[in-house]
Every structure is written in C-alpha cells, then in structure tokens.
C-alpha cells in the first residue's frame, strides 16, 4: 500500500471519529433534553376556563315503598302492580323505554322486639329474652327515570303522576348535560387560550423569551350542578287525589377545567 492510499485512510478515519463523536453529543443532549426538558430553565402558568350550557337531560328516581303483613306474594303483587302503572305512564307521557330503568328491588322483614324484664326481678328466674319476631314485611322498588329536553314541557306533570299512579317516594331530581365532553372542550379551549396569554405577559415583564412548551397537565374538570330534591311522601297505598305538577326551571350549568403549561426559558 503506497503513501497516498494511507494517507486517505487515515483522513477518512479521522473525519469519521469526528462525525460519530458529534452525533454521539447530539444523541446526549437530546437524551438529556427528553429526560428533563428545560429543568433549571422553565417556569408555570395555571389559568381556569369555563363553559356554560342548558341542561339537556333531567334525571330523578322514584320508589315503591309497599308494607304489610307475612303474605309475601300479596305484596309483591302490590308493589308490582304500582310499579308496572308508574312505568306504564311514564311511556305515555313520550319517555323513552331506554330512559326507565330499575335501580333496586329489596324485600326487608319487619321486626317486633318482646318486652323483657330485667331478671333481676322476674318471679320465674328465666334469664333468657325472646328474640324479636318478624310481624310483617317492606317491599321496595326503585327506578330511575331521565326526561329529554324535548320533554321537559312535561317534566312536572311527570314528577307528579308518578305519585298518582303509586310512587310514595320521589328524590334526586338533577339536570345534567347529556355530551359532557362538548362543554369540557369550550372551556379548556378558553383555559388553554388564557394560559398562553399569562405565559407571553410574565416572559415580557420578567425580559425573557418564551420557548418551547414542555408539558400541559390538567388539574380537573368538574361540572357545577345543582341537585333538586322534589322531596318524598309518606308510605301510602295510593294517591287517588290528584297532585299539581310543579313548575320546573333547569337554568344553566358550568363546567370548569384548569390548565397548568410549562415553558422553556430562553
């Protein structure tokens, strides 16, 4: 091998250690830059967006609270017979058979406790006390019912001829949002929008360059919904009299989502 011929060898292993070393230290910073991007220069913004909308589903539940005595399969009937009525109207008033749904259906004995002296002055010495006796049994169904926003017209005489047709307990009447991820995106979009702006003015007034955007968290999206009880009655066999159906207003509701950005300093 002449001169010539290891001298471009040697040339071409040199700019080779060269280049392999630089991309060796590029590979590194970009490692080190993924790792911990910006870690001794960054800095936070949080800002809150909201979204506000008109409830579009109305949700409550009603029971069928049957008592008596041991004749289990008598009130079974009963209840079920009140149950099936509620339902029944609920479909006539236009609510989807989709949107009715039973949440619970319990059988709970009744107990009687006996009277027991203390035996410290009972004449016969016994020292034992009966246990109680179960004197009759509850029968409890609970279904859950969501009115559409093309029927809230009807929502209050709802409410109402459920009681007539045999509910005696009618609670957690809530208005919801029924695309919750629609109103979530409006106020993180307004969030986000906030963010950048916070971020640009502290760059400003602190005289430094914004740089990249190294992380988003979100530290919560939550709804502020209220929850209107329409209350609950006593435990009766029916509701013969007819009940005035309340006026029922949804109003509005918000959703909340907070951001929080992290920059890169320049």
């Known amino acids: 091998m002449n001169d010539k011929i290891k001298n471009y060898l040697?040339?071409?292993i040199i700019i080779t250690i060269i280049i392999a070393a630089g991309s060796l230290w590029s590979l590194a910073r970009t490692y080190s830059n993924s790792i911990q991007p910006g870690a001794y220069r960054s800095f936070a913004v949080s800002a809150e967006g909201k979204a506000v909308g008109v409830p579009d589903v109305a949700e409550f539940t009603f029971t069928v609270i049957t008592e008596g005595g041991k004749d289990i399969a008598k009130l079974q009937k009963d209840n079920t017979t009140r149950v099936n009525a509620a339902i029944d109207y609920l479909k006539s008033q236009d609510v989807a058979k989709e949107d009715i749904k039973t949440e619970g259906y319990n059988l709970e004995p009744r107990y009687e406790s006996t009277y027991c002296q203390p035996s410290a002055y009972r004449?016969?010495?016994?020292t034992v006390c009966p246990p109680p006796s179960?004197?009759?049994y509850t029968v409890r169904t609970t279904v859950s019912v969501k009115v559409r926003q093309n029927n809230f017209e009807v929502l209050g005489k709802v409410l109402s001829g459920v009681i007539e047709q045999g509910a005696n307990n009618v609670s957690q009447l809530n208005f919801t949002v029924d695309d919750q991820m629609k109103l979530e995106n409006v106020a993180r979009a307004e969030a986000m929008t906030r963010a950048k702006a916070k971020a640009k003015a502290l760059a400003t007034?602190?005289?430094f360059n914004l740089g990249r955007l190294l992380g988003i968290d979100e530290v919560g999206s939550y709804p502020a919904y209220?929850?209107?009880?329409?209350?609950?009655?006593?435990a009766v066999s029916s509701m013969a009299v007819a009940t005035p159906a309340p006026a029922i207003e949804p109003g509005s509701r918000e959703v909340f989502v907070t951001l929080t950005l992290r920059y890169e300093i320049k």
């Open 10 to 12: 040697g040339w071409a």
């Open 123 to 126: 004449a016969d010495g016994n």
């Open 134 to 136: 179960i004197v009759g």
């Open 205 to 207: 007034a602190g005289g």
């Open 226 to 234: 209220g929850k209107y009880g329409f209350g609950s009655v006593p």
